[in-house]
């Protein structure tokens, strides 16, 4: 089996399409901000919930800390992040962090996370890195399909179509 990796660093986002034997299998998008395994020294903005979780600022986003340490609001405290922050229609989701040990007194990042491309290389597929203009392989790959699909919740397959629903309690697949 054949597998590669169509990588096009952008302004505003990276994008890359997991490609085994012609067929797209995954498509990745990474926007700027705090990467997952970033470490960051944060400032406690607001306590939600005393002792359970709280929001800390990291300059220029903020995230959700679960739990929250015996802290008042306001102090400094070494994070990492868990998980990116989600865009979620009507209801976005802040960068999920969790308490870590950090060198640094203050506010701003210590260490950034691996970005997509050490991501996609640690899986050990071929990486094929696009720049600059000419053909758009990532259009000619199916970009615009696979993102399609992915919006609206519909997969077609041969001899039949997928579609997946997400609620808020659930994702329905059909």
């Known amino acids: 089996m054949s597998v590669h990796t169509l990588l096009e660093p952008g302004i505003g986002a990276t994008r890359a399409l997991v490609i085994a034997d012609g067929a797209v299998v995954?498509?990745?998008i990474e926007r700027p901000?705090?990467?997952a395994g970033s470490r960051w020294i944060g400032r406690l903005v607001r306590i939600l919930e005393p002792g359970r979780r709280g929001i800390v600022d990291l300059g220029a986003e903020e995230g959700l800390l679960e739990p929250l340490p015996a802290l008042a609001e306001g102090g400094l405290?070494?994070?990492e992040v868990a998980r990116?922050?989600?865009?979620e229609v009507g209801r976005p989701r802040l960068a999920k962090l969790k308490i870590c040990d950090a060198p640094g007194r203050a506010?701003?990042?210590?260490s950034q996370g691996p970005d997509l491309a050490a991501?996609?290389?640690a899986?050990?597929?071929r990486l094929v890195m696009l720049a600059g203009p000419g053909a758009d392989s990532l259009e000619d790959a199916g970009w615009s399909e696979t993102v399609e699909a992915a919006r609206t919740g519909h997969v077609a397959f041969p001899?039949?179509?997928?579609?997946i629903s997400p609620t808020p309690a659930m994702t329905v697949i059909d």
Do not use: D, N, S, Y
Not at 84 to 87: F, Q, R, S, V
Not at 107 to 110: A, E, I, K, R, T
Not at 159 to 163: A, E, M, Q, R, W
């Open 119 to 121: 991501r996609l290389a």
């Open 159 to 163: 001899g039949g179509l997928l579609t």
């Open 33 to 35: 901000g705090a990467r």
């Open 84 to 87: 990116e922050a989600l865009p």
């Open 77 to 79: 405290l070494a994070v």
């Open 26 to 28: 995954a498509a990745h």
């Open 107 to 110: 506010p701003g990042p210590v």
């Open 123 to 125: 899986t050990g597929h």
